[in-house]
């Protein structure tokens, strides 16, 4: 009988960099985690001993708790948050299971450091259009959920930076930018090491826009105009990017499971 307090490999991944993804926290042993660095998508790490203390924390969300195999570790954890009212699944066969399946895996060696609250800071360039809205989504939906992102006046981002000891990125000279004719996004997408045929097919549609190259895919002229028609609508860059999460989590799930789907006017008559 398949367990219900459990979820699969192919259940998890089917929901990761989807807005109603579970939290996914690991749990693993530092001993473990060293062997193997890696992480699953958009992961946060707690310490499987106090978990009395931060589960609180994790209210209203539901969660999948990570440990090496999938047994004592994130069992208890998960049974711990269930009992705090928090809807936890452990994932069955844990990291192992994950790894050996072909699971896409974070690499955490460029990670910046992080805050006082655990979170990521990264700066740029205000008034983002298409690979500064690009970046950040990649980063909320497959490295740090709750990363926190500035857009400054240009000349100030790497003073800004430096003062809030936050990592710049989209702007010449820095580690996280373009290389090439390949954009931020690619860096980033090939310095977490996310090996995704999706993300590869979201990465070629996202270069096309951003640097005005439309011929090289379809769809990049529909991407650059509504990247654009966004940037008009909104005045907070803030705001801009949280509708800009929409805009890539629908060509990421169409890069992921619709590209062979047509839609035509039904023939007979008959309107679908």
């Known amino acids: 009988m398949p367990s219900t307090t459990a979820i ?57 708790i990570v440990c090496q195999k999938g047994q004592k570790l994130s069992q208890g954890v ?47 360039r ?43 990125f989209d702007i010449d000279t820095v580690f996280w930018s373009h290389r090439g004719e390949r954009c931020t996004f690619d860096t980033m997408i090939e310095e977490f090491g996310l090996e995704s045929d999706a993300l590869d097919r979201l990465a070629a549609i996202v270069r096309a826009a951003d640097t005005a190259n439309l011929d090289l895919v379809p769809q990049a002229a529909g991407f650059l105009a509504a990247s654009l028609g966004l940037s008009r609508m909104f005045r907070d860059d803030l705001e801009q990017l949280e509708a800009g999460m929409l805009l890539y989590d629908a060509f990421f799930r169409w890069c992921r499971d619709a590209t062979d789907e047509t839609h035509n006017w039904p023939s007979g008559g008959k309107v679908a």
Request: charged share 25%.
């Open 8 to 64: 699969t490999v192919l259940q998890l991944s089917r929901l990761v960099a989807l807005p109603g993804a579970p939290v996914i926290i690991d749990v693993r042993t530092d001993e473990d985690f060293d062997a193997d660095p890696r992480l699953l998508p958009a992961t946060v790490r707690r310490n499987f001993k106090t978990v009395s203390t931060w589960a609180p924390t994790f209210a209203g969300q539901s969660v999948a």
């Open 78 to 124: 998960a049974a711990w948050l269930r009992h705090e009212g928090i809807p936890a699944e452990s994932l069955e066969g844990g990291f192992e299971a994950w790894r050996d399946a072909k699971g896409l895996l974070v690499r955490t060696g460029k990670l910046p450091p992080r805050d006082e609250k655990g979170r990521t800071v990264w700066v740029t």
């Open 126 to 168: 205000a008034r983002p259009k298409v690979d500064r809205i690009a970046c950040p989504w990649l980063i909320r939906r497959f490295v740090d959920p709750g990363a926190v992102f500035l857009f400054v006046e240009p000349a100030e981002v790497l003073a800004v930076a430096d003062r809030f000891q936050a990592v710049p």
